[in-house]
């Protein structure tokens, strides 16, 4: 983040609200977006079958992930 902070001013000040910022956003995302997110899935962490289901795509994913990484470089 030292792109935003100019060095004719002092830091103390910016960085504390540049701080303030990004905690608040991740605040943000994290209790609304993921909540919201989540209650999504709670039909498919209901049932046994769902988890399996949940389990499986989401493992599948990790693995594709790991694959692109490892083949890209």
């Known amino acids: 983040m030292p792109q935003f902070i100019q060095p004719e001013q002092p830091p103390r ?5 540049l701080t303030v910022s990004v905690v608040l956003i991740d605040i943000v995302v994290m209790w609304l977006f993921f ?6 899935f709670q039909r498919f962490t209901n049932t046994t079958r769902g988890q ?6 989401f493992g599948l994913l990790f693995i ?3 694959l692109l990484l490892a083949l890209v470089h």
């Open 52 to 57: 399996l289901i949940l389990n499986r795509t």
């Open 13 to 17: 000040p910016q960085y504390l609200a």
């Open 35 to 40: 909540a919201v997110a989540a209650r999504s």
């Open 64 to 66: 594709s992930v790991a």
